[in-house]
């Protein structure tokens, strides 16, 4: 099993960018994993989908609320995968949090969008953006 831990979030500017990191437990290279990156705000009772990587063949998913603005990738040597989002609003404040899923189990692209393919869920990291 993988465990991953999120971080890098703060107080952000309305048009500034921030990088979030998603580190792994252990040596993991994500080979058979899909990192999902998820957020969630307080008033929201389930995170929304924000983007996935599929370890395996590189494949990258994004929710279309931040296409355009967003990047994930990872780093195998440093078991890390990044978000990167740029161009912030006030509505991507929230909990950013990451999670593996077992890449083989991804039989379709739909997969990738329901936090119900991930876990286990580690503590996310807080992002705000001020307007």
């Known amino acids: 099993q993988v465990y991953l831990l999120a971080s890098g979030g703060g107080l952000v500017q309305a048009g500034g960018s921030v990088r979030l990191s998603c580190i792994a437990s252990g040596r993991t290279g994500f080979g058979d994993w899909v990192v999902g990156w998820f957020r969630q705000t307080p008033d929201a009772d389930q995170r929304t989908f924000v983007g996935a990587i599929n370890g395996n063949d590189r494949r990258t998913f994004y929710a279309e609320s931040v296409k355009g603005r967003i990047t994930i990738s990872k780093d195998n040597a440093q078991d890390t995968v990044y978000l990167d989002l740029s161009s912030l609003k006030p509505d991507d404040t929230a909990v950013y949090s990451c999670?593996?899923?077992?890449?083989?189990?991804?039989?379709?692209?739909?997969?990738?969008?329901?936090?119900?393919?991930?876990?286990?869920w580690g503590r996310g990291t807080q992002v705000t953006v001020s307007s």
């Open positions: 999670a593996p899923g077992f890449a083989a189990n991804f039989s379709n692209i739909y997969m990738y969008y329901a936090d119900y393919n991930y876990g286990p």
